[in-house]
C-alpha cells in the first residue's frame, strides 16, 4: 500500500512540476539566456518497483497463471541528455536491477493442482526521452520532464528454470524531475514510469499473462555537465 501511495505522490509531484515549468515560461521565455549547458552524464542510484498483474479471464492463458508478481529491487541508470537550448533535450538512458519473477497458477498444466514457477531475471531498460526544462532558476535550480519510449530486457540469471530465454518488450515512459547544479557538477532527483508487457521468458505456453504492467523507479545521483 505504502509503494501505492508513494507512486500517486510522485505523479502529483509531476503535475507540480509541469505547472512549474509553464508558469516559469511565462517569465522567462523572452530573456536572453545561453544555455547553462549543452551535454551532460548522470548516474543515479534507483529502486524498481513492479505492479503485480492479477488476471481474472483465465480461458486466454494456456498456462492458467493468476497472479505475476516481482520482488522490489535497487538498480543503477547512467544516462546522456544533450539541450538544444534553455528549454529543450533529447537524452539516452539506461537502467539495469536483478529481481526475482514469481508466477502462481490456479492449478498447474494438465490439472495436478496449483503451482508456483520462480527464477530470478536480470532487467535492463533503454530508453530514449523528449525532455522540457526550465533555464536554471536562482542559478541553480532546474526542473524537467520527460517522456519517450524504448526497450526492456529480461534475461534468466539462474539455470533452475530450464527452457526460459531472453525477452525483449516494447516500453513506454513518462516521468519528471529536479537538478541543483553547482558549476560542472550536481545532483538529480528523478521519477520514471515504465510501462511494458508482462514477460513470459520464452515459454507463452506456460508463463503467459497477456497482461501489461509498469515499474515505478524513483532514482538520485549525480550529474556532469560540459
Given at each position: 500500500?505504502?509503494?501505492?501511495?508513494?507512486?500517486?505522490?510522485?505523479?502529483?509531484?509531476?503535475?507540480?512540476?509541469?505547472?512549474?515549468?509553464?508558469?516559469?515560461?511565462?517569465?522567462?521565455?523572452?530573456?536572453?539566456?545561453?544555455?547553462?549547458?549543452?551535454?551532460?552524464?548522470?548516474?543515479?542510484?534507483?529502486?524498481?518497483?513492479?505492479?503485480?498483474?492479477?488476471?481474472?479471464?483465465?480461458?486466454?492463458?494456456?498456462?492458467?497463471i493468476r497472479n505475476h508478481i516481482v520482488t522490489d529491487s535497487a538498480g543503477v541508470l547512467v544516462g546522456y541528455r544533450y539541450h538544444f537550448n534553455s528549454w529543450e533535450a533529447l537524452e539516452g538512458e539506461w537502467g539495469y536491477?536483478?529481481?526475482?519473477?514469481?508466477?502462481?497458477?490456479?492449478?498447474?498444466?494438465?490439472?495436478?493442482?496449483?503451482?508456483?514457477?520462480?527464477?530470478?531475471?536480470?532487467?535492463?531498460?533503454?530508453?530514449?526521452?523528449?525532455?522540457?526544462?526550465?533555464?536554471?532558476?536562482?542559478?541553480?535550480?532546474?526542473?524537467?520532464?520527460?517522456?519517450?519510449?524504448?526497450?526492456?530486457?529480461?534475461?534468466?540469471?539462474?539455470?533452475?528454470?530450464?527452457?526460459?530465454?531472453?525477452?525483449?518488450?516494447?516500453?513506454?515512459?513518462?516521468?519528471?524531475?529536479?537538478?541543483?547544479?553547482?558549476?560542472?557538477?550536481?545532483?538529480?532527483?528523478?521519477?520514471?514510469?515504465?510501462?511494458?508487457?508482462?514477460?513470459?521468458?520464452?515459454?507463452?505456453?506456460?508463463?503467459?499473462?497477456?497482461?501489461?504492467?509498469?515499474?515505478?523507479?524513483?532514482?538520485?545521483?549525480?550529474?556532469?555537465?560540459?
Open positions: 500500500a505504502w509503494i501505492q501511495g508513494g507512486v500517486s505522490f510522485m505523479k502529483r509531484v509531476i503535475g507540480s512540476l509541469c505547472a512549474l515549468i509553464l508558469f516559469s515560461s511565462v517569465g522567462l521565455w523572452a530573456q536572453n539566456q545561453d544555455p547553462a549547458q549543452h551535454s551532460e552524464l548522470s548516474v543515479q542510484v534507483m529502486g524498481v518497483f513492479t505492479q503485480n498483474t492479477n488476471v481474472q479471464n483465465l480461458a486466454s492463458n494456456p498456462g492458467n536491477t536483478q529481481n526475482g519473477q514469481r508466477y502462481y497458477t490456479g492449478s498447474a498444466p494438465f490439472g495436478s493442482g496449483p503451482a508456483t514457477y520462480a527464477l530470478n531475471s536480470r532487467m535492463n531498460d533503454f530508453d530514449f526521452n523528449e525532455v522540457i526544462t526550465t533555464p536554471r532558476l536562482l542559478g541553480f535550480f532546474q526542473p524537467f520532464i520527460l517522456a519517450g519510449g524504448g526497450l526492456v530486457m529480461f534475461s534468466p540469471s539462474d539455470a533452475n528454470f530450464p527452457g526460459a530465454m531472453r525477452q525483449t518488450e516494447g516500453l513506454w515512459d513518462y516521468g519528471a524531475g529536479f537538478d541543483f547544479n553547482i558549476d560542472h557538477l550536481g545532483a538529480r532527483f528523478e521519477f520514471r514510469e515504465l510501462n511494458f508487457k508482462t514477460p513470459d521468458f520464452g515459454l507463452p505456453n506456460l508463463l503467459a499473462t497477456h497482461r501489461d504492467t509498469h515499474t515505478a523507479s524513483p532514482s538520485v545521483g549525480l550529474i556532469f555537465t560540459f
